[in-house]
């Protein structure tokens, strides 16, 4: 894991990474040692100050590969994967992965990667189904998943990561490309599971983070991670998922990441909630997106539709939504009526 090159490293590859937010710029700082990468945002501005630092500044501090191109022209980030073999990758949040997607329709695309952890709020949708419905069946794609903090990435320590997808065809091209170097990566059929355990850690890093900033301590941050475990689980069967997936890396991994890691932004959130912070306040503070918010409600609608109980999902979305208070959530899932573990 430590070596700089490893043996499976595949051959240079044309990348174009879509969102220059900080998980869309690590990753292609991470593809940027070893192929041709072009990142493309939507603001103009945002990016020009980028190529002339040559860093983000949501990443301050990590120097940009010299492989690595910034673009604000669409079209160019799109000519750039025109070659077979190349990727495209959509490295928004689950909120902008539709309109993303329909500025791709009827354009000329390579096999596609999405990058976002969570549910639509509107309809309750995981990204793959998203894509399903905005570009068809006929596109390769899969989701990129795992635990993974962007600053980490971008400082260039190891991490490993799972693609998702039911294209074994895509799946070896994200490997070829991905693998190698301080990034390990898996591979998986389970694009349900894959998705499930992604968006449902961080709606359980909120009660996560508010349990410790209400000082409750590390007894009970291990049983909401454990129960947030089976939490996450029911549901991910319930749409499908292997049971299996979830006690791996984008299940297990990344929900003991974000529940325990201070880098996650809905840790943070949870954190804030205990201080008796407005949701308002602490989503300005932190000035990323912070998915498990959105995400709380889609889950929790979903779940019931589902019949799937989700005690956890449902107190943080009542903090979230219902002006409860952190000790409430706290005070109501304890006295649920006891049952078999
Ligand atoms: N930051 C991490 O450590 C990390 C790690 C793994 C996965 N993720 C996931 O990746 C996704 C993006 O997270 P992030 O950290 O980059 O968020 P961020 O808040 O740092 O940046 C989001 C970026 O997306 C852009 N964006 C939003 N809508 C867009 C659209 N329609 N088209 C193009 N760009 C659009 C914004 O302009 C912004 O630059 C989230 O779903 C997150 O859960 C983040
Ligand atoms: O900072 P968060 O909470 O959005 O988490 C980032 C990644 O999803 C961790 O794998």
């Not at 329909?102 to 189904?129: A, M």
């Not at 006929?138 to 971008?154: D, I, K, N, R």
Request: with cysteine; glycine share 12%; proline share 4%.
């Amino acid at each position: 894991m430590q070596e700089k090159t490893s043996k499976h490293a595949g051959a240079a590859r044309k990348v174009s990474v879509l969102g220059a937010g900080a998980w869309g710029t690590a990753v292609a700082m991470a593809l940027a040692q070893r192929h041709d990468v072009l990142l493309w945002g939507r603001n103009a501005a945002a990016l020009q100050a980028m190529a002339a630092a040559r860093e983000n500044s949501y990443l301050p501090g990590y120097a940009f590969p010299e492989r690595l191109q910034v673009a604000a022209d669409f079209d160019a980030a799109l000519a750039h994967v025109i070659e077979p073999g190349s990727l495209l990758i959509a490295a928004c949040p689950v909120a902008g992965l539709r309109p993303l997607l329909q500025s791709l329709k009827g354009r000329q695309i390579p096999n596609i990667v999405w990058l976002c952890k969570g549910f639509e709020y509107d309809t309750g949708l995981l990204p793959h189904q998203i894509v399903r419905e905005v570009l068809g069946d006929a596109v390769a794609g899969g989701a990129l998943s795992g635990p993974s903090f962007a600053q980490e990435v971008a400082k260039g320590l190891p991490c490993a990561l799972t693609i998702a997808s039911e294209s074994a065809g895509l799946r070896a091209c994200v490997v070829d490309t991905a693998h190698g170097g301080n990034m390990r990566v898996y591979s998986s059929d389970d694009l349900v599971g894959v998705e499930v355990g992604g968006a449902v850690k961080n709606v359980l890093a909120i009660a996560t983070g508010a349990a410790d900033g209400l000082g409750l301590g590390l007894n009970a941050r291990a049983a909401l991670i454990t129960r947030g475990l089976a939490e996450i689980t029911r549901l991910g069967v319930a749409l499908g998922g292997k049971n299996e997936t979830f006690m791996g890396l984008t299940g297990m991994g990344d929900l003991i990441l974000t529940c325990t890691g201070d880098l996650s932004r809905n840790r943070r959130v949870g954190l804030g909630l205990a201080q008796g912070k407005p949701l308002d306040v602490i989503v300005q503070e932190l000035g990323h997106v912070a998915e498990g918010v959105p995400c709380a409600k889609a889950v929790r609608d979903l779940a019931a539709r589902l019949g799937v109980e989700m005690p956890i999902t449902n107190a943080v979305a009542g903090v979230l939504f219902d002006g409860d208070q952190p000790q409430a959530m706290v005070a109501r899932l304890l006295s649920r009526d006891p049952r078999g573990e």
